[in-house]
Antibody, heavy 120, light 110 residues
């Protein structure tokens, strides 16, 4: 069974840091672009970042550039999101998702999400 | 990176058809055939329903269809069923290796 399982969400103070993880199974992880998408409470979806199969390319939404870093470990079938200088507006459920093969901007498998709360 | 525009709500009776619009610009929806649609039930992860404007992943009922005209993409749900009640989000490639989502539409089955 194809599965994505996020972890690492927590309550953190403004200015703090957090590292999210996404453990994957059931597919050849190293063959797919991977993505992080977030959803603030009661709000819509927002694309955050994505990373190429070999980790050689990564892209970010403007609001997180310079603060968040996406990475992956293909040997561990895992995706990560290092989040620094966190702000209240970063409060959201963070989902990891798989790019659908050649259609890498369509996300066909999603995790259940992990909640990040930024508050003092 | 402005969000795509979707109507906040849509509704229809069982068996009817409903169309949800997703309006962008020539820099996103109108410029690329990389529009996707997602269904999200409360407390659940989104589910891919349509990708590349018109393509349907295996397992998605053919009651769901996508289209695009100019800067506006549309999702049509035919033969509405109770389980179709959910939030629906469109997304589009927006150039420069970025993606933008719509604000979401809450579909109510009356």
């Amino acid at each position: 069974e194809v599965q994505l399982v996020e972890s690492g969400g927590d309550l953190v103070q403004p200015g703090g840091s957090l590292r999210l993880s996404c453990a994957t199974s059931g597919f050849t992880f190293g063959s797919y672009w991977m993505t992080w998408v977030r959803q603030a409470p009661g709000k819509g979806l927002e694309w955050v970042a994505n990373i190429k199969q070999d980790g050689s390319e990564n892209y970010y939404v403007d609001s997180v550039k310079g603060r968040f870093t996406i990475s992956r470990d293909n040997a561990k079938n895992s995706l990560y999101l290092q989040m620094n200088s966190l702000r209240a507006e970063d409060t959201a459920v963070f989902y990891c998702a798989r790019g659908r093969g050649f259609s890498r901007w369509a996300f066909d498998i999603w995790g259940q999400g992990t909640m990040v709360t930024v508050s003092s | 990176q402005s969000a795509l525009t979707q109507p906040p709500s849509a509704s229809g009776s069982p068996g009817q058809s409903v169309t949800i619009s997703c309006t962008g610009t020539s820099s996103d929806v109108g410029g690329y055939n990389y529009v996707s649609w997602y269904q999200q039930h409360p407390g659940k992860a989104p589910k891919l329903m349509i990708y590349d404007v018109i393509k349907r992943p295996s397992g998605v009922p053919d009651r769901f269809s996508g289209s695009k005209s100019g800067n506006t993409a549309s999702l049509t749900v035919s033969g509405l069923q109770a389980e179709d009640e959910a939030d629906y989000y469109c997304s589009s490639y927006a150039g420069s290796n970025t993606l933008v989502f719509g604000g979401g539409t809450k579909l109510t089955v009356l």
